[in-house]
């Protein structure tokens, strides 16, 4: 299959190839005991291979994205490999607010001007953002079932979440 991403990359070019999540496929090797565990060792050297070979003068680009840098094969970071890094972080209170005016949570519901998130979501108790989505879907529900078309301030998230 990585073969055939990057034979359709050449074919299409400019193309970018974006792999998410990479440490799935790319972990360091070690001795598998699985049969899983040595696809998986496949694949990462199929795509070192793939990356090795490829063709300097072709536009197109390999892009990979991780949560877990620190568990990648060296032979991927190696120059040749990856050409640069670029690292972003955001501190534990920022995390769940991005989670809040992005596409899962809020982008569709009607929220009140009053409604401050920062608040909410600053919380000593490090909310993750699995339950900001959760609350937010039923503070949506909360609203339907008192028939309103808007979502109003934290003292009812504040309810809703004690329900919950």
Known sequence: MVRVVFRLAKENAPAIIFTDEVDTIATARFDAQTGAD?????????????????DQTVNVKVIIATNRADTLDPALLRPGGLDGRLVFQASKNQM???????????AKMNLSDEVDL????????????AEIAAICQEAGRHAVRKNRYIILPPRTLKRVTEQM
Do not use: H, W
Not at 40 to 54: A, H, K, P, T, Y
Not at 118 to 129: L, T
């Open 38 to 54: 040595r696809e998986v060792q496949r694949i990462l050297m199929e795509l070192l291979n793939q990356m090795d070979g490829f």
């Open 118 to 129: 920062e608040d909410y979501v600053s919380r000593p108790d490090k909310i993750s953002a």
């Open 96 to 106: 769940p607010t991005y989670c809040f005016p992005s596409q899962v949570c809020t």
